[in-house]
């Protein structure tokens, strides 16, 4: 092993050396990762944030000053601890307690737990959260008045006041796929985005948390192949049409000891994408939400002494919400005072602003126009000011703006085109913006909340000069038709000297997803360097944002509601005929290549395009939406009882007959997101219609299929079918 690593190594220093591009230097040197600034943390004056900086084997975290633009203190280093490793970290609103992530383990895609260590600022003193033999924690978190910290292990809640340190327990009817005590099941994690399923009140005086029984969900097994008889993992997943969790959300009162029920109304089949508290600190608001995800109302509960623990929280709607398709889950919610709130809804047809005043029942509208906000970074109170991301000048890039509530200004405060992501401070006077474009990677630097540059902390100039010997092409942008004449928006990337007589294979990257892009102006990793390298054996790679993509608007990105998968692949089909008429692309050598959504994509356009496709990549697709789950399927396609035909005429397996090209299936055993199953089926299919293909597994591996030379076996493997059925033949 260490001969093969030495040689390894040796050989991706040759190359480096030379000048060349290759799969080894792109997914084994780590030569391309960019320079970044992990951990950021403002601290709660707004004055000052944290990061954590890692040089020389030493892990450490250090306090910055805003305004003065330098360094403070350094507040832990593990190098004072006998090397003691740490990944993550958060501090406590008053700066007194850091919270250091030990031995993190990923769950999920969004989950984790860790054993948590409590680093005391004034002692210099660090010891565990809880007793390490109890096994690892999840979600652990500080009150908003400093003196507890809440946490969940094995399913139940509990807490400490960091005076004593001594665990008290919330919930006892925790247990492994039943009873789930302030967290989320797989569905909510993976669809809403939301794993953390309890909340401090603003004065920590009370817990809100989430309560999962999903006894009655059913469970799939996915086989590990870890020991001489394999053993199984087991989890529950509600696939489309099929039974939740039922839900409870609970308010536990630590002055009293008193647990409380909110009432969530008598329909069990809904769904509680959200809850969070007001700006009162015994107003708790929870987002319910239809199983067919086109009607949202909250509901607000306030829980005092005048409520019994017996009975429930009495409830009232304050602001509802209906769509004829479906309504996004969001994050841009955010209470001003005790009346009003911000939020955002694409009902005018775009994705807007909105001031909700919930005591006075009405609304106004703040934005307006063709374009859309994509995400809230908070509110100014004093200048009553709201920042914001936003897609105003292109459904490719992203802008930071601020806007006046009273006089409606809007003032643009990014000054590079390209994608721009603002870490704010807690008193919205500065920003760190991250900002790359599509040939560049990220520059970070220090803003104060007009937009005035302070300082820049991170140019990436190493990874800058690193590109500049390899003698890239640029990724430009166009427009392709589709039959409907709409203008898609597409990227591109071709050899410099292009030639007209021999032609060039088109090689098309696609996710296609609703509300998903491609076709976005910001750095794109190590998938960049790996289209350079086709580029250079002669490929020309594009990219086209189909219907159903985002920042275009509601009807753009609902068109494909009720029927995933028909207009997608029109729209990928008449892309690939346009490229195919262009005089450098040889129209009878055209592949393209997808993962999740996108091997989806990619499975329809070699069976349903198949007298355009000459190859197709799938890389863990979905081959019929019954396999998938029911959150995410129902949100575009309702229940398959009511909307059956659909999920089957745009399947992939009820295609595959039609396939005359050459198709690669790759699919992870241990995928928990997309299941095996998808491929298996496929496979079945091809076989049953007598259909070539070429398959390949990665035993336990997930929707990501990475780890070691995972990603290099991989990337070597597509890149040589499609060299073998796109080049050479």
């Given at each position: 092993m260490k001969l093969k690593s030495f040689s390894v190594i040796y050989f991706i220093s040759i190359i480096a050396i030379s000048g060349q591009l290759s799969n080894e230097l792109i997914w084994s040197s780590r030569i391309f990762y960019p320079k970044n600034i992990n951990g950021i943390n403002p601290s709660s004056d707004g004055d000052f944030y944290t990061s954590i900086e890692r040089k020389n084997g030493q892990t450490e975290i250090?306090?910055?000053?805003?305004?003065?633009?330098?360094?403070?203190?350094?507040?832990?280093?593990?190098?004072?601890?006998?090397?003691?490793?740490?990944?993550?970290?958060?501090?406590?609103?008053?700066?007194?307690?850091?919270?250091?992530?030990?031995?993190?383990?990923?769950?999920?895609?969004?989950?984790?737990?860790?054993?948590?260590?409590?680093?005391?600022?004034?002692?210099?003193?660090?010891?565990?959260?809880?007793?390490?033999?109890?096994?690892?924690?999840?979600?652990?978190?500080?009150?908003?008045?400093?003196?507890?910290?809440?946490?969940?292990?094995?399913?139940?809640?509990?807490?400490?006041?960091?005076?004593?340190?001594?665990?008290?327990?919330?919930?006892?009817?925790?247990?492994i796929n039943k009873i789930i005590n302030g967290a989320t099941d797989w569905v909510y994690e993976e669809e809403f985005s939301i794993h953390k399923g309890f909340f401090w009140s603003p004065d920590g005086s009370k817990i809100a948390y989430y309560v999962f029984d999903e006894e009655h969900v059913k469970q799939f097994e996915m086989e590990i192949y870890d020991h001489l008889y394999p053993s199984k993992y087991k989890f529950k997943y509600p696939k489309a049409g099929e039974q939740n969790s039922s839900l409870a959300i609970k308010v536990y009162d630590l002055s009293n000891k008193r647990t409380y029920n909110f009432?969530?109304?008598?329909?069990?089949?809904?769904?509680?994408?959200?809850?969070?508290?007001?700006?009162?600190?015994?107003?708790?608001?929870?987002?319910?939400?239809?199983?067919?995800?086109?009607?949202?109302?909250?509901?607000?509960?306030?829980?005092?002494?005048?409520?019994?623990?017996?009975?429930?929280?009495?409830?009232?709607?304050?602001?509802?919400?209906?769509?004829?398709?479906?309504?996004?889950?969001?994050?841009?919610?955010?209470?001003?005072?005790?009346?009003?709130?911000?939020?955002t809804s694409e009902k005018d047809g775009y994705n807007h602003l909105y001031l909700i005043d919930y005591k006075n029942q009405n609304e106004i509208q703040l934005t307006s126009g063709e374009w859309e906000v994509s995400k809230m970074y908070g509110y100014n109170h004093n200048e009553k000011t709201i920042f914001f991301q936003a897609a105003k000048k292109s459904p490719t890039d992203r802008e930071i703006y601020s806007l006046n509530i009273d006089s409606k200004k809007l003032q643009l405060l990014s000054t590079s085109s390209g994608c721009n992501e603002a870490a704010f401070s807690s008193n919205y006077k500065y920003f760190i913006n991250f900002h790359s474009d599509a040939n560049n990677p990220f520059t970070i630097t220090l803003n104060d909340n007009k937009g005035k540059?302070?300082?820049?902390?991170?140019?990436?100039?190493?990874?800058?000069?690193?590109?500049?010997?390899?003698?890239?092409?640029?990724?430009?942008?166009?427009?392709v038709p589709n039959e409907n004449n709409t203008d898609l928006n597409a990227w591109i990337m071709k050899p410099p000297v292009l030639d007209t007589n021999k032609k060039h294979p088109l090689l098309m990257y696609v996710y296609g997803g609703p509300g998903n892009n491609t076709v976005n102006n910001a750095w794109s990793g190590l998938n960049y360097f790996w289209f350079q390298y086709l580029v250079k054996q002669g490929f020309v790679v594009i990219s086209v944002d189909n219907r159903g993509t985002g920042y275009r608007g509601k009807e753009f990105?609902?068109?494909?509601?009720?029927?995933?998968?028909?207009?997608?692949?029109?729209?990928?089909?008449?892309?690939?005929?346009?490229?195919?008429?262009?005089?450098?692309?040889?129209?009878?050598?055209?592949?393209?290549?997808?993962?999740?959504?996108?091997?989806?994509?990619?499975?329809?356009?070699?069976s349903k395009g198949a007298d355009v496709f000459n190859s197709a990549i799938a890389v863990a697709p979905v081959t019929n939406w019954r396999f998938y789950?029911?959150?995410?399927?129902?949100?575009?396609?309702?229940?398959?009882?009511?909307?059956?035909?659909?999920?089957?005429?745009n399947s992939p397996i009820n295609h595959v007959s039609k396939i005359k090209g050459n198709y690669l299936l790759i699919h992870g055993t241990a995928d928990d997101n997309v299941h095996f199953q998808n491929s298996m089926e496929m496979v079945n299919s091809l076989v049953k219609s007598n259909i070539e293909f070429d398959f390949f597994a990665y035993p336990n591996k997930n929707h990501g299929i990475y780890g070691g030379y995972t990603r290099l076996h991989l990337y070597n493997k597509m890149t040589n079918f499609l060299t073998e059925n796109l080049i050479t033949k």
């Amino acid at each position: 092993m260490k001969l093969k690593s030495f040689s390894v190594i040796y050989f991706i220093s040759i190359i480096a050396i030379s000048g060349q591009l290759s799969n080894e230097l792109i997914w084994s040197s780590r030569i391309f990762y960019p320079k970044n600034i992990n951990g950021i943390n403002p601290s709660s004056d707004g004055d000052f944030y944290t990061s954590i900086e890692r040089k020389n084997g030493q892990t450490e975290i250090i306090k910055y000053s805003y305004k003065k633009n330098k360094k403070i203190a350094t507040l832990f280093s593990n190098f004072s601890f006998e090397n003691f490793n740490f990944s993550d970290y958060d501090i406590s609103n008053d700066g007194n307690w850091l919270l250091l992530y030990n031995s993190k383990e990923s769950i999920y895609r969004r989950s984790s737990k860790s054993y948590y260590y409590l680093y005391n600022l004034k002692e210099k003193s660090l010891k565990p959260l809880a007793d390490t033999l109890l096994g690892k924690q999840r979600l652990a978190t500080f009150s908003p008045d400093n003196s507890k910290i809440a946490y969940v292990r094995n399913n139940n809640l509990y807490y400490k006041s960091l005076n004593d340190l001594k665990e008290k327990k919330i919930t006892h009817n925790g247990s492994i796929n039943k009873i789930i005590n302030g967290a989320t099941d797989w569905v909510y994690e993976e669809e809403f985005s939301i794993h953390k399923g309890f909340f401090w009140s603003p004065d920590g005086s009370k817990i809100a948390y989430y309560v999962f029984d999903e006894e009655h969900v059913k469970q799939f097994e996915m086989e590990i192949y870890d020991h001489l008889y394999p053993s199984k993992y087991k989890f529950k997943y509600p696939k489309a049409g099929e039974q939740n969790s039922s839900l409870a959300i609970k308010v536990y009162d630590l002055s009293n000891k008193r647990t409380y029920n909110f009432n969530i109304g008598n329909e069990d089949d809904i769904y509680i994408p959200r809850i969070m508290w007001s700006k009162n600190n015994h107003e708790l608001i929870v987002f319910r939400m239809s199983r067919l995800q086109n009607k949202l109302e909250l509901l607000s509960g306030k829980i005092n002494d005048n409520v019994n623990p017996n009975s429930e929280i009495i409830v009232k709607n304050i602001y509802s919400e209906k769509s004829d398709t479906y309504i996004d889950i969001h994050d841009n919610t955010y209470f001003i005072n005790e009346n009003q709130f911000l939020w955002t809804s694409e009902k005018d047809g775009y994705n807007h602003l909105y001031l909700i005043d919930y005591k006075n029942q009405n609304e106004i509208q703040l934005t307006s126009g063709e374009w859309e906000v994509s995400k809230m970074y908070g509110y100014n109170h004093n200048e009553k000011t709201i920042f914001f991301q936003a897609a105003k000048k292109s459904p490719t890039d992203r802008e930071i703006y601020s806007l006046n509530i009273d006089s409606k200004k809007l003032q643009l405060l990014s000054t590079s085109s390209g994608c721009n992501e603002a870490a704010f401070s807690s008193n919205y006077k500065y920003f760190i913006n991250f900002h790359s474009d599509a040939n560049n990677p990220f520059t970070i630097t220090l803003n104060d909340n007009k937009g005035k540059l302070l300082k820049v902390l991170e140019a990436n100039k190493e990874l800058t000069k690193k590109m500049s010997e390899f003698e890239l092409v640029k990724k430009t942008f166009f427009t392709v038709p589709n039959e409907n004449n709409t203008d898609l928006n597409a990227w591109i990337m071709k050899p410099p000297v292009l030639d007209t007589n021999k032609k060039h294979p088109l090689l098309m990257y696609v996710y296609g997803g609703p509300g998903n892009n491609t076709v976005n102006n910001a750095w794109s990793g190590l998938n960049y360097f790996w289209f350079q390298y086709l580029v250079k054996q002669g490929f020309v790679v594009i990219s086209v944002d189909n219907r159903g993509t985002g920042y275009r608007g509601k009807e753009f990105k609902h068109a494909t509601y009720l029927q995933l998968g028909k207009l997608e692949t029109e729209d990928q089909i008449a892309a690939a005929v346009h490229m195919g008429k262009l005089n450098y692309i040889d129209k009878d050598r055209i592949g393209i290549f997808g993962w999740s959504y996108g091997g989806y994509m990619s499975s329809l356009c070699i069976s349903k395009g198949a007298d355009v496709f000459n190859s197709a990549i799938a890389v863990a697709p979905v081959t019929n939406w019954r396999f998938y789950d029911n959150i995410y399927t129902e949100r575009f396609m309702r229940k398959p009882k009511e909307n059956g035909d659909n999920y089957d005429l745009n399947s992939p397996i009820n295609h595959v007959s039609k396939i005359k090209g050459n198709y690669l299936l790759i699919h992870g055993t241990a995928d928990d997101n997309v299941h095996f199953q998808n491929s298996m089926e496929m496979v079945n299919s091809l076989v049953k219609s007598n259909i070539e293909f070429d398959f390949f597994a990665y035993p336990n591996k997930n929707h990501g299929i990475y780890g070691g030379y995972t990603r290099l076996h991989l990337y070597n493997k597509m890149t040589n079918f499609l060299t073998e059925n796109l080049i050479t033949k």
